[in-house]
């Protein structure tokens, strides 16, 4: 479960440089002030929310809405400007069309790197690495070093570790779309999979057909930080409408 | 829920640090032929260069045990500059790692530390095995209590203090990055300024004032008066030990307070 209450994430602009030491130092008080007057863009405003156990909860909205940030914040790599979350379970994060990989080093290598960092046991690690690899269809691949693996091959393997760790919520930011059709198969079954052992599910999307099909509830953040919660599948075809105009939807969770 | 203090935590964390630092060093010689072997080939070579320079061209050897003394500070120095250099980057080095997984932000910084210092310990086998061969004369009280004491209290001030710079240098290098090109400055002056090539003529009276701003010269020289008797110990110096004390104390405060201030806003920076 996850209970998010009066969350705001606020970011500097830094539209002028300021992150001088010499300035720092020899006008602090200059440099305190430009610094407070810098200005900031909101990312998230006043986000109140609750994700119960097992449900599948869809966050979309245009691009720069805030949606990865929000999915960040879940998983606790950034931290709130103000307000807090409540997280009951461990989360297993998969952000930004990326994962926590050290490109100099091999595929097992990262697989251990990555595997410890998300709380598997390195001993169970070096049982399964080769499951592990098979999933990710790159048996021959484990010793290459991941800067000559292609982003479809990284992705492939990240999702497999990810598999692995035993969390409670798992969080996925556009991700359920990685690699050829045959991979994207296995993903989905991993999805059921995660679904059936009732785990909860963040999925960040903008894909509609996949919303309506398996979201439980689906928050959409607009460009002005609205946030409309909604059901589904009763809402599931008025998405497209739900999307363009929610600025005009009252049923802001937030204020 | 697992207790912050039970084994299995305690036991998890050690797994991460471990593998933290393990990577950290199999990144560090990467493509390299000589690999792991440059971590005892690089301090051997520095001492053969100091050595030729300070003992053979110009007369700074102070007793026929120089090489060895030489030697060692140049290991706890190795250890120092390499543990607080890598410390400088440990965010910024694991910027995608730090960005995408929770993880304590204690991490890089402690394991950035901990590579150096397998190191060390590596290398100071081989310094006990040099100085069992070469020292010219042994002294006799070596194993006592007090010099156990005195080594293990040495070590730990220096990981304290290699601790205490990583958890400040690696926030604040987040934010400026001007950091770098300063922190390579204090090393290149620190290795004159601390005893490591020659004893440092301090004043009598500057002496405290000296050991609370070079917080790596007391446990150095500490270190050397267990090996080497031409060396007296410090712990006997009351206003020494002050100054180091409250030195030590004055950077304890400043990295704990950087590290609360900085590290939870510190991704939004990477």
């Known amino acids: ?255 | 829920m697992i207790s912050r203090f039970s084994k299995t935590h305690i036991f998890k964390t050690f797994e991460i640090l471990l593998v933290l630092s393990y990577m950290d060093l199999k990144v560090k010689y990467r493509s390299s032929i000589l690999g792991f072997f440059w971590s005892f080939i690089k301090p051997f070579l520095q001492f053969l260069v100091f050595y030729s320079i300070f003992a053979r061209l110009l007369p700074i050897a102070d007793g026929n045990d120089y090489a060895l003394k030489l030697f060692f500070s140049i290991l706890i120095w190795s250890w120092f500059s390499e543990a607080t250099t890598l410390g400088l980057n440990a965010y910024i080095g694991k910027k995608s790692i730090i960005s995408k997984i929770k993880t304590h932000k204690l991490y890089p910084p402690l394991a950035a530390y901990l590579t150096p210092t397998m190191n060390y310990c590596l290398n100071f086998i081989i310094f006990a095995a040099a100085y069992v061969c070469f020292m010219p004369a042994f002294p006799e009280h070596i194993f006592t209590w007090s010099n156990t004491l005195i080594f293990f209290v040495s070590l730990f001030s220096i990981s304290l203090l290699i601790v205490a710079l990583n958890m400040m240098l690696a926030n604040l290098n987040v934010l400026y990055r001007d950091v770098l090109p300063i922190w390579e400055l204090v090393l290149t002056y620190g290795m004159f300024l601390t005893p490591i090539i020659y004893r440092i003529p301090i004043p009598k009276h500057y002496e405290p004032l000296y050991y609370s701003i070079n917080l790596l010269a007391f446990p150095l020289v500490n270190l050397k008066s267990i090996f080497f008797t031409s060396q007296p110990a410090l712990f006997g110096d009351t206003a020494i030990v002050t100054g180091y004390c409250i030195g030590m104390v004055v950077l304890l405060v400043a990295a704990y307070y950087c590290y609360r201030k900085l590290s939870h806003r510190m991704v939004d920076f990477l």
């Open chain 1, 1 to 255: 479960m996850i209970i998010i209450k009066n969350l705001t994430k606020t970011f500097k602009r830094y539209t002028v440089q300021n992150q001088s030491l010499k300035s720092l130092i020899l006008h602090w008080r200059r440099h305190k002030k430009s610094m407070d007057q810098i200005d900031t863009l909101t990312a998230i405003h006043n986000l109140n929310l609750v994700i119960p156990e097992g449900e599948v909860f869809c966050i979309t909205g245009p691009n720069g809405a805030g949606k990865s940030t929000l999915a960040k914040l879940i998983a606790g790599t950034i931290q709130p400007t103000s307000g807090s979350i409540e997280r009951q379970g461990k989360i297993v994060p998969f952000l930004e069309l990326g994962v926590a990989f050290n490109h100099e080093l091999s595929g097992i290598d990262n697989v251990y790197l990555n595997g410890v960092l998300l709380g598997i046991d390195l001993a169970y690690l070096r049982k399964h690495k080769d499951e592990i690899f098979a999933f990710a269809e790159l048996d021959t691949f484990a010793e290459t070093p991941l800067k000559y693996y292609s982003s479809g091959m990284q992705l492939r393997l990240a999702f497999a570790i990810a598999m692995h760790a035993k969390g409670e919520i798992y969080i996925f930011d556009e991700i359920l779309a990685v690699g050829d059709s045959g991979f994207q198969k296995k993903c989905l079954d991993c999805f059921h999979q995660l679904v059936s052992q009732k785990k909860t599910v963040i999925i960040i999307s903008h894909d509609l057909e996949f919303i309506k099909k398996h979201a439980d509830r689906l928050l959409v953040i607009t460009p002005q930080k609205h946030f409309v919660l909604t059901h589904l599948p009763q809402a599931a075809y008025d998405i497209n409408a739900l999307i363009s105009h929610c600025d005009q939807a009252v049923q802001s969770v937030s204020s």
